[in-house]
């Protein structure tokens, strides 16, 4: 029987990363994840609402929270971002009623949901390990990523109950997911360092250079490509990799996408997709 989850697809999935928007559905086919969206939800707020307005935030996590438990559904998202946000203010919520009853007050009015605090909060990757298991996404597998390959965890979903059954520290679900797919798991420190995404727009040459040192780290340990467990995340470090290099002087060529993509090409879905990341793997360099 299929896994059945309300699907928040992340912040940026249909913007600046569609790249998730298009390989989530066939990879969570092959793990036989049945997605149900979750019509109207909106953005996690990623830190940076809350940096304006701290209640904001918690009241639009609390609607999209609403709405999968009035689906009777707990949440799934292939972004990192998403998933610590979400999480974070649900148990906010469930640790202050004070606060619960002043957010149901404004959803009631507003959209006629409440919130009761019964639906959890799951990441791609902890639903694969945790859930469905390792062996049966190994026997999925048709196309080995015979590569090596750094996975981003980012540090917003490392926190107690979170992150499933992995160590909020020092994590390694990742890298086991990685074997799983034929890929060999690179050891690096910055598998769990911010890239500074909230201060975007108000902080560049800070979060230039975050990326540029996450980058360095990954290839100074040898990694053919970094695979991002966030959206957020995963669209700094590809999207603004030149312009970090360019800002720090910090060699950035290094190939970067998302688990989703992964997933989907190494369980034989956009076989010329696949095809163009490894020629772009093979190609690109200092």
């Given at each position: ?86 999480h974070e203010d649900l148990i906010r919520l469930r640790n202050d009623p004070l606060l619960l009853a002043k957010t149901n007050d404004v959803l ?107 980058i360095s780290d990954a290839k100074s340990e040898g990694a053919d490509i970094i695979v991002s467990a966030c959206t957020l995340s995963h669209a ?51």
């Open positions: 029987m299929a896994l059945k989850y309300a699907y928040h697809p992340g912040n940026v999935a249909h913007s600046s990363a569609p790249e998730v928007a298009d390989t989530m559905p066939p990879a969570a086919r092959s793990l036989g994840i049945e997605l149900i969206p979750l019509d109207g939800a909106t953005s996690c707020g990623a830190g940076i609402i809350r940096q304006a307005n701290d209640i904001l935030q918690v009241t639009l996590n609390a609607r999209t929270m609403a709405l999968a438990e009035s689906m009777s559904l707990d949440i799934i998202t292939p972004c990192a971002a998403t998933a610590g946000n979400l009631r009015r507003t959209t006629g949901l409440t919130l009761e605090g019964t639906v959890s909060v799951h990441h791609l990757l902890h639903v694969m390990v945790d859930e469905i298991g390792l062996d049966k996404v190994e026997a999925n597998v048709r196309n080995p990523m015979r590569s090596r390959i750094a996975g981003y965890y980012g540090p917003n979903m490392q926190q107690e109950g979170a992150c499933g059954d992995d160590d909020v520290y020092d994590p390694n679900y990742f890298e086991q997911l990685i074997e799983a797919l034929g890929g060999t798991p690179v050891e690096w420190e910055s598998r769990t360092q911010s890239v500074g995404v909230p201060g975007l727009f108000s902080e560049e040459p800070t979060v230039l250079r975050q990326a540029a040192a996450v700094v470090l590809d999207v603004y990799q030149g312009k970090a290099s360019r800002a720090t002087g910090i060699s950035t060529n290094l190939p970067v996408i998302h688990l989703t993509e992964l997933l989907s090409f190494a369980f034989g879905h956009h076989n010329s997709r696949l095809a163009q990341l490894r020629t772009r793997m093979a190609v690109i360099g200092d």
